[in-house]
T-cell receptor, first 113, second 117 residues
């Protein structure tokens, strides 16, 4: 079946540091891949997505590239801010899963001033 | 668009009472999902609907949980009777498929924090 594995947190960084959160997936079809962000007390928000191999999703300085050969979709940001502190979820969906989205366990990011 | 609207934002109830959570999806979205989030179990899919029809309820924990979608703009999740282990944040999300049938991503509501004492 489909699954998503992301690095365990928490990840603690200083402001302006480089961020990488690793995500790998297993899928029987050709999934779409997503990153969601959840700020304290809120629901998840779609951060970025990619629908086919080699696509790069980007938003708010965050980027992730769909790598079919390594089944990965790592999230990166060149310079994090305190306001980026949140929980980040990697996710996938495809037709074989009935378009249900499979979410990873989430990675909590703390950014210190 | 106001987004996905959930009510109430917080609910505190006594064990054994009936609890009803409400959701209004984004207009035009044909998929609606109910999730439960806890520290121990993370984000769990309970049930989802397509065009108001339940498609997969395999995540519903037990018969105490039921969900309905009487029309395209409203859904409820009911717990009867409630138990302390049902305490969690319950999220509703809606979505639609893009023209390539690839899934558009979800829009989540702000959630209902349920506490059963």
């Amino acid at each position: 079946g489909n699954s998503v594995t992301q690095m365990e947190g928490p990840v603690t960084l200083s402001e302006e540091a480089f961020l990488t959160i690793n995500c790998t997936y297993t899928a029987t079809g050709y999934p779409s891949l997503f990153w969601y962000v959840q700020y304290p007390g809120e629901g998840l928000q779609l951060l970025l997505k990619a629908t086919k191999a080699d696509d790069k999703g980007s938003n708010k300085g965050f980027e992730a590239t769909y790598r079919k050969e390594t089944t990965s979709f790592h999230l990166e940001k060149g310079s994090v801010q305190v306001s980026d502190s949140a929980v980040y979820f990697c996710a996938l969906s495809d037709r074989t899963g009935g378009f249900k989205t499979i979410f990873g366990a989430g990675t909590r990011l703390f950014v210190k001033a | 668009d106001a987004g996905v609207i959930q009510s109430p934002r917080h609910e505190v109830t006594e064990m054994g009472q009936e609890v009803t959570l409400r959701c209004k999806p984004i207009s035009g979205h044909d998929y609606l999902f109910w999730y439960r989030q806890t520290m121990m179990r993370g984000l769990e899919l309970l049930i989802y609907f397509n065009n108001n029809v339940p498609i997969d309820d395999s995540g519903m924990p037990e018969d105490r949980f039921s969900a309905k979608m009487p029309n395209a703009s409203f859904s409820t999740l009911k717990i009867q009777p409630s138990e302390p282990r049902d305490s969690a944040v319950y999220f509703c999300a809606s979505s639609h498929r893009d023209r390539g049938l690839r899934g558009y991503g979800y829009t989540f509501g702000s959630g209902t924090r349920l506490t059963v004492v």
